[in-house]
């Protein structure tokens, strides 16, 4: 039997990355997916978003252990279109145990505006789009996981002037996120479906790999590469490591989507190699 033999599980941003990784990790663990991805560019974000045989080589592994995924192209801003995705996994699978808003832009950066806005639609209203969407088909004891971020909750970094107003937008909708997911599992506790939020440090995905990421690390460098960025990298963390792979949170998104949390909710679940507490040196908070 697998930690999460049997469940159905919605994870959005799932053609490649984090969301990959997540859907991987679960598949491997005995759950069948329902997969979307937005699958197109967004303007005032500098690198590209997933491409169609990014999600076509997430069905294929998942296929390959042997368990069952519907995989669409939706995008989490597009409240009505996300629905009808998911409810065709939901007939295809026939239910739904658990919830992954994993779908998230970086628009750091661009001087428009509009960057801000864009954050907060994807990164904090999509989170919204995909548990009201999933909310109506939940039954007692499910589990919603959202992903929130450690850069976010520190000061100066996300939110720094040279990460122009996308920054802004990012660090909001991200703090949004963990309050949202605070007050919904207080509002969910009566039906005992948990809402966590886990918030990684730099992870390995083409979100850290990208020019806009390489300046915010590399301020004093016109052009700066990867390589110029990785004596920087560990800046962020306690550990000396840095970044984290993909499948280092796909392990505590497990655990949450797993009955082994079932009395777990209201959760910040930091995967930061120490990043928050180098940062914020405290007593814990009782
Ligand atoms: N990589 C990091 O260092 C890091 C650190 C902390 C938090 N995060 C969070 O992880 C998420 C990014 O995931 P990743 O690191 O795997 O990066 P990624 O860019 O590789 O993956 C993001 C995925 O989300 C999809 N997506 C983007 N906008 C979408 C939309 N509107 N609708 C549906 N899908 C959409 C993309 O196509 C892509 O497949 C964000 O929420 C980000 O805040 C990342």
Redesign the pocket.
Known sequence: MGRVEGKVVFI??????????HALRLAAEGADIIA?????D?AT?E?P??RQS??DETVKLIEALDRRVVALK?????RAG?RAALEQGITELGKLDAVVA?????PLGHPDPQAFLDAV???FV?VVNAVEAALPHLADGASIVA??????MLPSTTDNPAAGPGGQG?TWA?RAVASFINDLALVLAPRSIRANAV??????????NSDI?YKLFRPDLPNPTREDALPAFPAMNAMPVG?VE?DD?SQAVLFLVSDESKFVTGMQLRIDAGGYLKARPQQPQF
């Open positions: 959005t941003g799932a053609a490649r990355g984090q969301g990959r990784a979307v991805d937005s699958l197109e967004i974000n690198y978003m997933s990014d999600l939706a995008d989490v801003r597009d996300l994993q779908a998230g832009i970086a639609q994807v990164d999509g992903t929130g971020s450690l850069a976010a990012y991200k918030h990684p440090t730099n992870v390995n995905t083409h979100m850290l990421m970044f993909p949170i």
